[in-house]
């Protein structure tokens, strides 16, 4: 039986002890730890594995990593020996078995990381044409502070500050979001890793850098350009 079929019994040293089951006597001769048969979202429900004469359809062997087609061979082999002729044996991973069980998960995950990287391209591209209209308006007042002695590393600065101001007031209201968006999806999972703010401390660093890349360039070109030409 598993850890949470002897919690259910309520035994403190279970082995050797008869129990009764479904009007049939049993004998308890080993104790598993919990291991999931299902989704993630469902609790382990209590088991026990007992000896069948007449055999099962599916058995679990447990392989050396890298091991999987020799085993695959050998029981196909010892297979056609014992039942020749008979349909052939069909083999799967326990990750294979989860990815099935997650089948809608992983849809989700999929479409959702679609979207997301035409929403980053979005507002790439929505970035760096804000950034050229704010340079194209700011000629003359970028060309008269060359005038007055600012460096191009000083206009360049000035240009990006200003955005990535919007950015990280956009990050600070996004991010509670998402957290909470995040929490809440998790809840119906019985088995999960607990969300940490440092990963979304690091989203929001990468967003900054992202900005600031896309934002830099028309930045350096406009601390660049002649004041003669802005300002005639």
């Known amino acids: 039986m598993n850890e949470a079929f002897l919690k259910k019994k309520g035994m403190t040293e279970p082995l050797g002890k008869p129990f009764q089951l ?6 308890i001769v080993g104790i598993v730890a919990d291991y999931l048969t299902d989704k993630l979202s469902r609790q382990v429900l209590p088991m026990f594995i007992r000896f069948s004469d007449t055999g099962s359809e599916r058995h ?3 392989i050396q990593p890298g091991t999987r087609k020799i085993v695959e061979e050998k029981i196909n082999a010892l ?5 020749p002729g008979a349909i052939e044996i069909k083999t799967c991973s326990m990750a294979e078995r989860f990815m099935e069980f997650h089948e809608e998960e992983l849809q989700v995950m999929k479409i959702l990381s679609i979207f997301s990287y035409i929403s980053i391209l979005l507002a790439g591209v929505g970035l760096f ?3 050229w209209f704010s340079v194209e308006n700011r000629r003359k007042e970028i060309s008269l502070r060359k005038i007055n002695g600012a460096s191009e590393n000083q206009i360049t600065v000035l240009l990006c500050a200003r955005f990535i101001k919007w950015i990280l007031i956009a990050f600070c ?5 998402a957290y909470y968006c995040s929490a809440q999806w998790l809840t119906q999972f019985v088995y999960k890793n607990e969300m940490s703010p440092v990963s979304f401390i690091f989203i929001g660093i990468a967003a ?11 930045a350096f070109k406009a601390s660049r350009m002649n004041p003669v030409d802005s300002i005639k």
């Open 22 to 27: 479904w009007e049939e006597n049993y004998t």
């Open 60 to 62: 679990i062997i447990r």
């Open 79 to 83: 297979w056609e020996q014992v039942a």
């Open 129 to 131: 044409g804000l950034a």
């Open 173 to 177: 209201i996004g991010a509670p979001i």
């Open 208 to 218: 900054v850098i992202i900005g600031t890349l896309t934002v830099a360039w028309q």
